[in-house]
């Protein structure tokens, strides 16, 4: 099968398109012909080296697809041969097929097709993480969302409209001011020095917002902070784009909480894997919630994904098809 492995780590020349052996299903996992697999931010992070550091390269990258089961491994249950599947947290993905333990696999529901699916895996699970486990926003709530138009902020911006939140959204770029307007987004702020501060509070009559969400890298964390009404809430979830450096509790304002969110622990069972996906698969099929952008290239492009998703011009989901 053709693959996509890292030599090493560093820039995009470590990543090589070749061919590879097809994975054997062990006991408890399925070999899954892969349709589409996600384009992260944590790949760039595992192909810069913060992560799997561990695994022995060349390793397969990627986490997150979407593909038909082909054959299965001794003492699999509730997964069958030719069944779609979708996962999230799957080391191996950027490859033709991939084997899965079956416990981390979730059927594909017929009105829902693989390449939305694939889409919704990291970024949706991560955005209903956010919105209703973290800080579970209320009714009448205003949300600040950054990155409104990437991945992550386009999912989230709907689910917090969902439970009839509003949405203040912060983009770097007027050409992605329509994309986070379609999704809800009440104002959208076109900033990258700061500036969004200003506007929030105006927009809040000086009161700041309910929640913030902050996957942007250490440069926005001050304005995130000055941007929360009095016990706010700052949802922090970017460590690829880098944390704030250590915190001294007592400079904290405003009786603020704040935490680190990490979409692991919305789905820290099978069970709770497959309710959560389940309940993003009924707000599509229910038509609450859209994927409103995806862009695919070819497995042999991943390179060029990646260049796209770092030169902050990407517009939500980016696929790889193989
Ligand atoms: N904690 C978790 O569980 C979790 C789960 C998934 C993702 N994440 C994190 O969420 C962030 C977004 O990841 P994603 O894969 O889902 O992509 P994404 O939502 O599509 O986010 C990409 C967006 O990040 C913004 N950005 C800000 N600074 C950037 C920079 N220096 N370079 C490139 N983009 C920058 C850009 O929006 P603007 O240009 O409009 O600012 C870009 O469109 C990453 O930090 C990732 O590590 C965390």
Redesign the pocket.
């Known amino acids: 099968m053709k693959a996509i492995v890292m030599t090493g780590t560093g820039s995009r020349e470590v990543l090589e398109y070749v061919e590879r052996p097809d994975p054997t299903p062990a006991p408890g996992e399925a070999l899954v012909e892969v349709a589409y697999a996600g384009?992260?931010?944590?790949?760039i992070?595992v192909r810069e080296g913060m992560a799997w550091n561990e695994v022995p390269d060349p390793k397969i990258l990627g986490v997150e697809g979407a593909g038909r089961v082909l054959t299965l491994g001794e003492g699999v249950q509730g997964i069958s041969t030719g069944q779609r599947v979708a996962w999230v947290y799957a080391p191996g993905s950027y490859a033709e097929r991939i084997a899965i333990p079956a416990t981390s696999l979730v059927p594909i529901p017929d009105a829902i097709d693989d390449r939305v699916a694939a889409s919704v895996m990291?970024?949706g699970l991560?955005a209903s993480?956010f919105a209703t486990d973290f800080y579970p926003v209320q009714p009448g709530d205003t949300a600040f969302v950054?990155?409104?138009?990437?991945?992550?902020?386009?999912l989230l911006t709907q689910i917090i409209k969902l439970r009839g939140g509003h949405v203040i959204g912060?983009?770097?770029?007027e050409a992605?001011a329509p994309a986070a307007k379609g999704a809800g987004t009440d104002h959208v702020i076109v900033d990258?020095d700061g500036g969004f501060v200003e506007e929030a509070l105006r927009l809040t009559d000086g009161e700041g917002v309910d929640v913030v969400y902050d996957?942007?890298?250490p440069?926005?964390f001050q304005g995130s902070l000055d941007v929360l009404r009095r016990s706010g809430t700052f949802c922090w979830?970017?460590?690829?784009?880098g944390g704030p450096g250590p915190i001294d509790i007592m400079s904290l304002p405003k009786s603020i909480k704040i935490g680190?969110?990490?979409?692991?622990d919305h789905i820290a069972t099978p069970a709770l894997l497959r309710a959560h996906t389940e309940r993003l698969f009924d707000w599509i099929t229910e038509g609450k919630l859209e994927v409103r952008s995806i862009s695919d290239y070819r497995l042999a492009d991943a390179s060029n994904a990646h260049a796209d998703?770092?030169?902050?011009?990407?517009?939500?989901?980016?696929l790889l098809v193989p």
């Open positions: 384009v992260n931010f944590m790949d992070g990291m970024q991560t993480h950054h990155a409104a138009a990437g991945g992550v902020g386009l912060r983009v770097s770029s992605k990258t996957g942007s890298g440069s926005t979830y970017g460590p690829v784009l680190y969110a990490v979409f692991q998703m770092e030169s902050r011009k990407t517009v939500g989901k980016l």
